[in-house]
Structure formats: structure tokens, C-alpha cells
Antibody, heavy 120, light 109 residues
Framework: EVQLLESGGGLVQPGGSLRLSCEAS????????MTWVRQAPGKGLEWVST????????YYGDSVRGRFTVSRDNSRPTLYLQMSSLTAEDTAVYFC?????????????WGQGTLVTVSS | SYVLTQPPSVSVAPGQTAKITCGGN??????VHWYQQRPGQVPVLVMS???DRPSGIPDRFSGSNSGNTATLTISRVEAGDESHYYC????????????FGGGTKLTVL
């Protein structure tokens, strides 16, 4: 059974940094690209970032490009999202998700999410 | 970036059919996926590649995609179908690749 467990969320001041983690189990982690999606309170889903199975290729949404960095450690197996220069607009629940097969395919499995609150 | 447009809300009586649309320029040339998100829960994939139902999704759920509109159809709507529904495509033409629609709240009257 695929399981994804996010952690690392919390309260951070504007301009601060935070690193999220997503521990995976139940599948061969290195074979699959992984994606971060966020959801601001009461709002819809917003794509944040996607990383290839090897970690060699990364993609970012317009609102986070240049501020967030996605990475993975296939030996752990864990997905990361390093967030910096945070603003109130980054306040959201952050989900990690496993794609079906390739980066263009649907998001088959989702973690429970971790809440990031950016506030002074 | 590519834009997907969904109606904010759709209302239907139990037992009736709900149609949730997702509009986008030439969306018929893309593969559309749909997620259901019940209040306080994680999104669940309910339709992939326009009209493929993942394992465990009732056959009351169906999908279509043509021209500028993709549609998720829920037949014989039940109270448990009341959720937000989001469409999703991959757009390789710009740097912002993964596009979600704004979501539609399905209310079962």
C-alpha cells in the first residue's frame, strides 16, 4: 500500500524559510516522479513543483520558482521542499503526491498534507 | 499559462445527474484528470485520461473531453458525492506545467 507522510510544516515569519519532508513507502520510490501541491485555506489546488524519479529534472510553478527548491533522497526514501522568502500567500496545506508513471500522468496517491502558516 | 475554467458550484437533487465542466483552449487535445475532495479530506483521483475510472470508483462516474470542454458526469447522484471536484491537465507549452481548474462545489440538494 502506498503511503506518503508529510512533515515539517508550522508557523514561520514572513521572509523566513522552512523545509518540508514527505516520507514514502509501499512502492519503489526512485521509479516515480513526485509532486508537491498546495491548498490555501478555503481555496483550490495549486501545483508547486514536480521532480523526476532520479531527481535530475525539476519543474516549478510560476508563484514559487526561484524561491522553492524540490529535491529527493531515494535512499531514505524521502521527498523534500525547501521554501524560502516566504510570504503570507504561501500559507497553505502542502501535499506530496505520487504520479501514476511519468510527470505528465495523474496524481494517484496523496499524503495527508502539512500546514504551513506564514505570519508575524 | 494555460487556464482551466470550472463553474464554482453545481447543485443537483439526489438520483439526478450532475455535469461538471472544465473549459480550456483546445482541451480536447489534452488528457484531463479529475479529483474529488470531500471536506477536510485529501483529493482522490476519480477520473483519468478523460474517461478512465480508477479502480474503486463507481461506474456512476464518467468523463468526456472534446473541443474546448471536458466534462465529469455523475449519474444517480448520492449525498456522499457532495464534494469539490478539480480538473487537471499537463501543459508542456509553458514553464507552468501542471494546471488545476479552480474547482467546483457539488451540492446535493
Amino acid at each position: 500500500e502506498v503511503q506518503l507522510l508529510e512533515s515539517g510544516g508550522g508557523l514561520v515569519q514572513p521572509g523566513g524559510s522552512l523545509r518540508l519532508s514527505c516520507e514514502a513507502s509501499g512502492f519503489t520510490f526512485s521509479n516515480y516522479p513526485m509532486t508537491w501541491v498546495r491548498q490555501a485555506p478555503g481555496k483550490g489546488l495549486e501545483w508547486v513543483s514536480t521532480i523526476s524519479g532520479s531527481g535530475g529534472v525539476t519543474y516549478y510553478g510560476d508563484s514559487v520558482r526561484g524561491r522553492f527548491t524540490v529535491s529527493r533522497d531515494n535512499s531514505r526514501p524521502t521527498l523534500y521542499l525547501q521554501m524560502s522568502s516566504l510570504t503570507a500567500e504561501d500559507t497553505a496545506v502542502y501535499f506530496c503526491a505520487k504520479v501514476e508513471t511519468t510527470v505528465t500522468t495523474p496524481l494517484h496517491n496523496w499524503g495527508q498534507g502539512t500546514l504551513v502558516t506564514v505570519s508575524s | 499559462s494555460y487556464v482551466l475554467t470550472q463553474p464554482p458550484s453545481v447543485s443537483v437533487a439526489p438520483g439526478q445527474t450532475a455535469k461538471i465542466t472544465c473549459g480550456g483552449n483546445d482541451i480536447g487535445s489534452k488528457s484531463v484528470h479529475w479529483y474529488q475532495q470531500r471536506p477536510g479530506q485529501v483529493p482522490v483521483l476519480v477520473m483519468s485520461y478523460d474517461s478512465d475510472r480508477p479502480s474503486g470508483i463507481p461506474d456512476r462516474f464518467s468523463g468526456s473531453n472534446s473541443g474546448n470542454t471536458a466534462t465529469l458526469t455523475i449519474s444517480r447522484v448520492e449525498a456522499g458525492d457532495e464534494s469539490h471536484y478539480y480538473c487537471h491537465v499537463w501543459d508542456g507549452s509553458t514553464d507552468h506545467h501542471v494546471i488545476f481548474g479552480g474547482g467546483t462545489k457539488l451540492t446535493v440538494l
